[in-house]
């Protein structure tokens, strides 16, 4: 486009004078994409063609015991009421004694794809003949993670179709999530794979169907914990445990679901410095591992005991990628008094859990929108340019009109600001 040519090798000021140049912004809104002199270096440095910051609340949700230790969980996201129903599943869990997790091992898993292979069989055997060779060529590439007791350790072969090979690297990555590590290690295997036995490479990449990183938390609630409004807890309990099974029959429901402990699990990769589209990418896979879609957690009722529990996918790391460079992270790190990647897996699958409780809770019970309604409203009331003074009064009126559209809450502010300045000049 022109005037944007080489963009990427022009320094920050000079971006957002073209936007101005260019008649994109005027100076007012570019004063708004000003960023401090420390934020430029940071950002501009990890990203292309920086102009600015984009910022998100960053809240925390309360009450989460995992393990037998109770938790600040530093939350980042946009959406209104995520951080309270967690905030609230994690209480009801808490007065059970709170969550337990399992994480096993940390190993991730790099492919590289042959293609034009005439005698797939042939070639698998031969390739898991080179297997201590594909090995030491993975560590040779990157020799630091095997002195801090990682490394490549085994490879697999799937023959995919008649034409079609995946060679499958599996690497302990310690503490990071290890998507540059294993890809170094990849290419490394790849090029020799290519130029001295002549095989014809496709694509060397990681996967983010992180199956041999998976993270678990369970939880066991007495049903009368759950009891409400003159709803027995045994009741809620059977329903709870009826939408679990809902979700795991219908995909329209699961993908609701999942959306709903995402919505937990995604605030606290983000907040961690962590990738979330490959934590996302990762859990919906495993969620359709037997070929249907089905809704990652499960819960059943057992002896006035509901149980909760979810499994997925969690390569998450405590170093590498935004993690070193992002000061907030560092941060939110030292609010989870976090010491390794294994202690994140578990309080971000326990956060998956507590989520998806409260969501089924308010579902079953009063419905989604009742407990939500207020901060949605608050939304909307900011969105038309409500002042921190004049939010209560625009949503109480919003409440009493039952209206939930744009038009209304500006309709309702200027009402309100009339009103003030009838009074004023009274
Ligand atoms: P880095 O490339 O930053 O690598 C992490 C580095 O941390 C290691 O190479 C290692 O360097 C250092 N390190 C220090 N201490 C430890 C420790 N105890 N354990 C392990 N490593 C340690 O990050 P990752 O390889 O983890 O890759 C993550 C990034 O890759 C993310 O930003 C992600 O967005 C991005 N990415 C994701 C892809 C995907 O998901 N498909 C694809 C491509 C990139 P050293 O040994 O030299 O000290």
């Not at 590590?181 to 290519?194: G, S």
């Not at 009826?242 to 983000?270: E, F």
């Not at 990652?296 to 909760?308: E, F, H, N, P, Q």
Request: glycine share 8%; proline share 3%.
């Amino acid at each position: 486009m022109e005037g944007f040519e080489k963009y990427y090798q022009k320094d920050h000021q000079t971006r957002l004078d073209i936007l101005k140049q260019k008649k994109y912004l005027d100076q007012t809104q570019l004063d708004k994409l000003q960023a401090s002199a420390s934020e430029v270096k940071i950002s501009d440095a990890m990203i292309e063609n920086f102009i600015t910051e984009y910022h998100l609340p960053e809240g925390l949700a309360l009450n989460y015991v995992v393990d037998g230790q109770e938790y600040l969980i530093p939350f980042v996201t946009e959406e209104p009421s995520v951080v309270a129903a967690a905030s609230h599943g994690a209480a009801l869990v808490k007065r059970a004694g709170g969550f337990k997790t399992t994480v096993t091992e940390r190993l991730m898993i790099g492919q590289i794809i042959l293609e034009n292979v005439a005698h797939p069989e042939q070639v698998a055997s031969f390739l898991e003949s080179q297997a201590e060779k594909l090995l030491a060529l993975a560590n040779a590439a990157h020799p630091s993670i095997v002195k801090r007791g990682g490394g490549a350790q085994a490879l697999k072969v799937r023959v995919l179709a008649p034409d079609l090979i995946s060679l499958d690297l599996i690497v302990d990555v310690k503490e990071a999530m290890g998507a540059n590590m294993l890809n170094t290690m990849l290419e490394a295997c790849a090029t020799y794979l290519q130029t001295k036995l002549g095989l014809d490479v496709l694509i060397s990449i990681l996967s983010n169907y992180a199956t041999r990183c998976l993270a678990k938390a369970t939880c066991a609630l007495p049903v009368e914990l759950l009891t409400r409004n003159g709803l027995s807890g045994a009741k809620i309990a059977q329903k709870i445990a009826t939408a679990s099974r809902v979700a795991q029959l219908d995909p329209y429901r699961a993908t609701t679901h999942n959306k709903g402990i995402m919505n937990g699990i995604d605030a606290v990769v983000l907040a961690s410095g962590n990738d979330w589209r490959a934590i996302e990418a990762g859990a919906h896979a495993y969620a359709a591992r037997d070929g249907q879609y089905r809704g990652l957690s499960t819960w059943i009722v057992k002896d006035d005991i509901l149980y909760g529990e979810l499994e997925l996918p969690l390569p998450l790391g405590t170093v590498g990628g935004s993690i070193g460079i992002v000061p907030l992270v560092k941060i939110n790190q030292q609010l989870l008094r976090l010491k390794d990647a294994r202690q994140l897996e578990a309080i971000v699958a326990a956060v998956g859990l507590g989520q998806n409780l409260a969501a089924l809770y308010a579902l079953v019970t009063d419905g989604i929108q009742k407990g939500h309604m207020r901060l949605q409203l608050k939304s909307l009331a900011l969105s038309v340019g409500a002042t921190k003074a004049e939010l209560e009064p625009v949503v109480s009126r919003l409440e009493a009109l039952q209206a939930r559209d744009q038009a209304t809450a500006k309709k309702v502010l200027e009402e309100l600001r009339n009103k003030q300045s009838e009074r004023s000049r009274t």
